[in-house]
């Protein structure tokens, strides 16, 4: 069993920086691909960006290419989101979720393990 502990989130106001970190539990993390993935209210769930378990792979929705890096770092068990120039738009409950595989998804259903979700708002 992994569990997955999001932090980081908050009020920020458009154009400014923000990092989400996720801290997972267990001694596999290494070997799973990790993912970002938000959800705003009344829209589905969308993915964000996702990791393979080396690091080596990425992949970026395009409304937040150019701004959004995420990375691991296996030592801590942990991946981190670094979101700059924020938009309203990208206002939404951010989840970090686990894959009981190296090779990264994009598609929520794919993953094995969620966090309880951290809020982010961009005012602007």
């Known amino acids: 069993q992994v569990q997955l502990v999001e932090s980081g989130g908050g009020l920020v106001q458009a154009g400014g920086p923000l990092r989400l970190s996720c801290l997972a539990s267990?001694?596999?993390?290494?070997?799973?691909?990790m993912g970002w993935f938000r959800q705003a209210p009344g829209e589905e769930r969308e993915l964000v960006s996702a990791?393979?378990?080396?690091?080596?792979?990425?992949v970026y929705a395009d409304s937040v290419k150019g701004r959004f890096t995420l990375s691991r770092d296996n030592a801590k068990n942990t991946v981190y989101l670094q979101m700059n120039t924020l938009k309203p738009e990208d206002t939404a409950v951010y989840y970090c979720?686990?894959?009981?595989?190296?090779?990264?998804?994009?598609?929520?259903?794919?993953?094995?393990?969620w966090g309880r979700g951290t809020q982010v708002t961009v005012s602007s």
């Open positions: 990791i393979s378990w080396s690091g080596g792979d990425t």
């Open positions: 979720a686990a894959k009981r595989s190296p090779r990264l998804s994009g598609t929520w259903i794919t993953y094995d393990y």
């Open positions: 267990g001694r596999t993390f290494s070997s799973y691909a």
